[in-house]
């Protein structure tokens, strides 16, 4: 059954009753949607066999209970965490296996991730809920991931010997899945023993630490009191907000970004927003905008425009061309206060990438096609090596 807030009273407050009240069944929809005809969850249910699926009651509530099938679909918080239709099993960009952003040797242990020259990302795989678009899917989504995409606590006390060990890395960044799913206790464990990294004259050696998150569309009662004690003691330097469509940005998530600031006091972190721009759900240069506005309007620099990743369950259904993004960015470019308007980067396993706003490419940005005639995206990357990034057709032209 589908609690409400009317049904919950307080409790509804709290992030440990969202979570351990959230939906995981897609049968327990047909009833909670009563204008939606009961088969169309069919759909939904037809992936839950191989993929997870969870969604926060919080969630569930900003979606009109009485709402129709038709505008269901067209509804941007359904769109992102419900996996209508196939898992998509064919074409150069299929969800095949391939790893997204995890390069193998990169990863000391099972827990750290060392991509970029002077940061590494501590990786956990479960999440608040469970989006549709994931590009860590063979970690995340999938229920039965391989055993080294699991996070393991055994691996821990390595990990941090090896940040001990490199001299380049002062920056260690809390990534997904979702750190703030830990309890207060065990983000303290954490953020304690990466403090504890000694440079020889006894200062920390880890100047800069980071959280990227998505609490905020998922469960924004998880800002409590604790938590921002956590971040103002621990002097985390930024918390990177994943929000997608201007809905999100409710007042619940304002207060949440408020109470962050407000607790914080001097060591309140930079806040920022990565977006994965997403067919029919933020493909429209008026739609990025607003979202690009509310959150500038609240002090949040949007940060990235991420383009949606190929090798995802549904990125038939939710990719746009590279050079789709470049046309919508160049309606806002310029335009629109430059402040709040995000760099638009591709994420490859070798690393992130800035694209370039010019429709025909540049010398180190190349549109072309693969041997099947596939849009393929080349460029050279931030290594000063050749990579190619499987793209798709153009709908925006």
């Avoid at 985390?236 to 907000?241: K, Q, R, V």
């Amino acid at each position: 059954m589908v609690l409400t807030r009317k049904q919950v009273g307080n409790d509804w407050d709290s992030w440990t009753w969202q979570q351990q009240n959230a939906v995981r069944d897609v049968n327990e929809l047909r009833e909670h949607f009563a204008n939606v005809p009961a088969q169309f969850f069919d759909k939904i249910n037809a992936n839950s066999s191989r993929l997870k699926f969870q969604i926060t009651p919080y969630m569930l509530e900003k979606i009109p209970a009485t709402i129709s099938q038709e505008d269901l679909e067209k509804n941007p918080w359904f769109l992102q965490f419900f996996p209508l239709g196939e898992v998509y099993t064919q074409g150069a960009d299929a969800y095949n296996g391939t790893d997204n952003w995890e390069n193998g040797p990169e990863f000391p242990t099972s827990n750290l991730h060392h991509k970029y020259t002077n940061r590494a990302l501590v990786r956990f795989r479960n999440c608040l809920s469970y989006c549709n678009f994931c590009f860590e899917a063979l970690g995340t989504l999938e229920k039965n991931p391989s055993p080294f995409k699991i996070f393991k606590w055994d691996d821990w006390q390595r990990s941090l010997e090896y940040l001990a060990q490199r001299p380049e890395i002062e920056e260690v960044i809390l990534s997904g899945g979702e750190p703030l799913l830990l309890s207060d206790s065990k983000l303290e464990q954490i953020l304690s023993d990466i403090d504890g990294i000694k440079k020889k004259d006894g200062t920390s050696k880890i100047r800069f630490k980071r959280i990227h998150t998505r609490v905020m569309t998922h469960n924004p009662y998880r800002i409590t009191d604790e938590l921002v004690r956590l971040v103002s003691q621990y002097r985390i330097n930024e918390m990177a907000l994943h929000i997608a469509h201007p809905s999100e940005v409710t007042q619940e998530v304002v207060e949440s970004i408020g109470k962050i600031r407000d607790g914080a006091g001097r060591y309140s972190p930079m806040i920022v927003a990565h977006t994965p721009l997403l067919r029919g759900i933020n493909d429209r240069a008026e739609i990025l905008w607003e979202l690009f506005g509310k959150l500038y309007e609240n002090n949040v620099k949007p940060y990235y425009l991420l383009h949606t990743m190929p090798h995802t369950p549904f990125a038939n259904q939710q990719r746009v061309s590279v050079r789709d993004g470049v046309r919508l960015m160049k309606q806002l470019k310029r335009h629109k206060s430059n402040i709040a308007i995000p760099e638009y980067v591709i994420v490859h396993y070798d690393g992130k990438q800035t694209v370039p706003l010019e429709l025909a490419g540049t010398p180190e940005f190349q549109y072309t096609q693969d041997s099947g005639g596939n849009p393929l995206v080349k460029f050279r990357n931030w290594r000063e090596k050749w990579v190619e990034y499987p793209d798709v057709r153009d709908s925006l032209s």
